[in-house]
């Protein structure tokens, strides 16, 4: 079982950046496609990035294309999230996810329902004030 700890959150102006940073523990991630997801109360948990196991496929909601970017280091057994040009909207609780399987790169429907996770991160707030 992996264990996956968010850091990085905050209270930032509108227009402003955060990195977030997904630790994993337990074992390695690095055969696993990784994702960010956010939720705010009273909304269901909602998808905003992935990254294949090799890094070399990405996938982002609309609202964050261009300003978001998902990267990560396997020899550090981590993912990131750079966000930029933060707006009010993308105030939530921001969680990190890892595929239940190895080597594959879900489909974006898959990707949307969160079928393909296998675990959790507790999640860290990101505030963005206007």
């Known amino acids: 079982q992996v264990q996956l700890v968010e850091s990085g959150g905050g209270l930032v102006q509108a227009g402003g950046s955060l990195r977030l940073s997904c630790a994993a523990s337990?074992?390695?991630?690095?055969?696993?496609?990784m994702g960010w997801f956010r939720q705010v109360p009273g909304k269901e948990r909602e998808f905003v990035a992935a990254i294949a196991w090799n890094g070399g496929l990405t996938y982002y909601t609309d609202s964050v294309k261009g300003r978001f970017a998902v990267s990560r280091d396997n020899n550090k057994n981590t993912v990131y999230l750079q966000m930029n040009s933060l707006k009010p909207e993308d105030t939530a609780v921001y969680y990190c996810a890892a595929d239940r399987i190895s080597f594959r790169w879900p489909s974006t429907v898959e990707f949307r329902i969160a079928s393909w996770v296998g675990s959790w991160g507790l999640g860290t707030q990101v505030t963005v004030s206007s």
């Open positions: 337990g074992r390695t991630v690095s055969t696993n496609a």
